[in-house]
């Protein structure tokens, strides 16, 4: 199951690509639909300043931002801090080399607006989709990391809770009911992790729409067509989920293994 997304992505890509460069049915909608939001009544101004949070210039900085934060965060809680910065900036380098050998592969003509300006090909897939997909993409899985690396947390390599802190889990105090905690004690547990899940949320959210807007805009101002903004899409979440993996991989600290499962039989209750 962990590799279905992806797969899903790459088979969508497949199909998309295969309409376009084949002039298909869904390659003449495709351009039907784009003429059509281009003379939306959407503000050509706003639908700028949309397609602009697709630049390069505007994206990047913003991940480079959040990888800063990222390795101050992790300065002194995990070893190698810079790692995940080092797996983030690797993704993002691979838009370009992903992207542009397809654009001259396929050769797409761009919309109306685009050929008069004497751009005539290599429009699809969407540059300025994916980098905004990936370098917004990749911020928000620094700054909010995978659930599974924090579900992952460990004590220090080489270093194993004491004996009394495991019996301490288990074994319950005098006078309470066994396997039963306080409720205030549950709900103090619960609400930091209910906060961060709505944080995530939220976060997401915004990261959907952010890219649904970069998409109306590019369309809006006639830079793509809107399957250029899908095949765009496909690649970038390829490229995320490839990054939330490697986000996901526990760290060690250098020369530390990780700890070996005690062979000690545990002492038998009295």
């Not at 390069?56 to 990888?67: F, K, N, R, T, Y």
């Not at 390599?157 to 074994?171: D, E, N």
Request: charged letters at 10%; glycine letters at 8%.
């Amino acid at each position: 199951m962990r590799g279905l997304f992806p797969a899903l992505c790459a088979l969508l890509f497949a199909l998309v690509t295969w309409q376009v460069a084949g002039h298909g049915p869904l390659r003449t909608l495709d351009e039907d639909l784009g003429r059509t939001v281009a003379v939306s009544s959407l503000p050509g101004s706003a639908a700028q300043f949309l397609a602009d949070l697709g630049n390069a210039s505007v994206a990047v900085p913003v991940l480079i931002a959040a990888m800063a934060v990222s390795v101050l965060v992790r300065h002194r809680r995990r070893p190698r801090p810079w790692l995940p910065a080092v797996w983030a900036a690797l993704t993002m380098a691979a838009v370009p080399a992903v992207i542009v050998p397809v654009k001259a592969w396929i050769g797409r003509t761009g919309p109306p607006a685009m050929a008069a300006s004497g751009a005539h090909d290599g429009f699809f897939p969407s540059g300025h989709t994916a980098t905004a997909a990936v370098a917004y993409g990749a911020a928000l899985l620094l700054l909010m990391p995978p659930l599974a690396s924090t579900a992952r947390a460990r004590p220090h390599a080489g270093v194993s809770p004491p004996p009394h802190a495991a019996c301490s889990r288990t074994a319950p105090h005098a006078g309470s009911a066994v396997g039963s905690n306080p409720p205030l004690v549950r709900l103090s547990r619960l609400k930091p992790h209910s906060r961060h899940a709505r944080t995530r949320v939220w976060a997401a959210v915004a990261y959907v729409f952010l890219n649904a807007g970069v998409a109306v805009g590019l369309v809006r101002c006639g830079y793509h067509w809107p399957l250029d903004v899908v095949g765009a899409w496909c690649l970038s979440g390829v490229l995320l989920w490839g990054l939330a993996q490697a986000l996901m991989r526990p760290v060690h600290g250098r020369g530390s293994r990780p700890p070996r499962a005690s062979t000690t039989p545990a002492a038998r209750g009295r």
